[in-house]
């Protein structure tokens, strides 16, 4: 049974630049959320998405999105890329919002 | 806002000795705690939580304990042994049931 699997796994984007990021959930699970973790701190909640719909937004600029496709995979997207948004970009399924399973995660660097 | 606060930042053990690690929360809502061990490099492993309507969980040398009153929850180690070293987060899920708030993370270093 396959784990939450993301892509890509490291990313290296100039200042300004627009990236996306993806991540597909344990099969049977219809919930996503996304976890922004800057190195030495606990990971920090961006979106949820349950059944294609957003639920939950935390405390992040309008830069951020995300969606939800139809088979439960999702789309984190950033635009205008700044230094600080330099990180691990964490995706998690749950089959409702308890229990969260993470992804390996995408490292993205902005230079 | 929503905080989790998680002590202490770091913890040295013995191999064999108990460790503990604490946590407290602020939103009196939060009806779920989970407990993630995250080594160099990989991803968050949840290794064991705990829902507010019991008091204590365990998983073999793991276990959990919550204290609702004084918003506290705590996790144990009991036996611990050097592949048990690694970052360990501690997690409240928030009111609206939409997100993890997570504390800053505990190092554990269990030497032999």
């Known amino acids: 049974d396959a784990g939450v699997t993301q892509s890509p796994t490291h990313l290296i984007k100039t200042r300004g630049q627009h990236v996306t990021l993806r991540c597909s959930p344990i099969?049977?699970?219809?919930?996503v959320s996304w976890y922004q973790q800057v190195l030495g701190q606990g990971p920090q909640f961006i979106f949820q998405y349950y059944e294609k719909e957003e639920r939950g937004r935390g405390n992040f600029p309008d830069r951020f999105s995300a969606r939800q496709f139809p088979n439960y995979s999702s789309e984190l997207n950033v635009n205008a890329l700044l230094l600080g948004d330099s990180a691990l970009y964490l995706c998690?399924?749950?089959?409702?919002?308890?229990?969260?399973?993470f992804g390996p995660g995408t490292r993205l660097t902005v230079t | 806002g929503e905080n989790v606060e998680q002590h202490p930042s770091t913890l040295s053990v013995q191999e064999g000795d108990s460790a503990v690690i604490k946590c407290t929360y602020s939103?009196?809502?939060?009806?779920?705690f989970p407990w993630y061990k995250q080594e160099l490099g990989k991803r968050p492993q949840l290794i064991i939580d705990i829902r507010s309507n019991v008091g204590e969980k365990k998983d073999q040398r793991i276990a959990v304990t919550l204290n609702k009153t004084a918003k506290h929850f705590s996790l144990h180690i009991t036996e611990t042994q050097p592949e048990d070293s690694a970052v360990y987060f501690c997690?409240?899920?928030?009111?609206?049931?939409?997100?993890?708030?997570f504390g800053k993370g505990t190092t554990l270093s269990v030497s032999s």
């Open positions: 099969s049977g699970h219809k919930s």
């Open positions: 939103d009196s809502a939060s009806n779920y």
């Open positions: 998690a399924s749950s089959f409702l919002h308890y229990e969260q399973y």
């Open positions: 997690a409240a899920l928030n009111q609206a049931g939409t997100a993890l708030i």
